[in-house]
Nanobody, 123 residues
Framework: QVQLVESGGGLVQAGGSLSLSCAAS????????MGWFRQPPGKEREFVAA????????VYADSVKGRFTISRTNAKNTVYLQMSNLKPEDTAVYYC????????????????WGQGTQVTVSP
């Protein structure tokens, strides 16, 4: 079992920055994929970014490439999503997720989810 807790959401103006964190606890292995997804209002959940905890994989959605960055602290088992130059279309509930066996863009392939954190970007 893996438990994930997100934090750091909020309201920011367009062009601003925000950093989300995801604290992982329980059984965490280096082979796991850590992903960030988001669900805009009235839309389906979509892929944002992911990496493999042990390294060798780092993927961003085209819509966030160059603006969002994943980082982590091994000691605290915490993953961060640093978001800059935010746009109103980035408004969504953001989730972190874990997939135990291989990378996927599809949210329904991920095994563990956090509760989500709201990010609202005003024009």
């Amino acid at each position: 079992q893996v438990q994930l807790v997100e934090s750091g959401g909020g309201l920011v103006q367009a062009g601003g920055s925000l950093s989300l964190s995801c604290a992982a606890s329980g059984r965490t292995l280096s082979s796991y994929i850590m992903g960030w997804f988001r669900q805009p209002p009235g839309k389906e959940r979509e892929f944002v970014a992911a990496f493999k905890w042990s390294g060798g994989l780092l993927v961003y959605a085209d819509s966030v490439k160059g603006r969002f960055t994943i980082s982590r602290t091994n000691a605290k088992n915490t993953v961060y999503l640093q978001m800059s130059n935010l746009k109103p279309e980035d408004t969504a509930v953001y989730y972190c997720a874990v997939k135990v066996d291989g990378f996927s863009y599809q949210s329904n392939n991920y095994d563990y989810w956090g509760q989500g954190t709201q990010v609202t970007v005003s024009p």
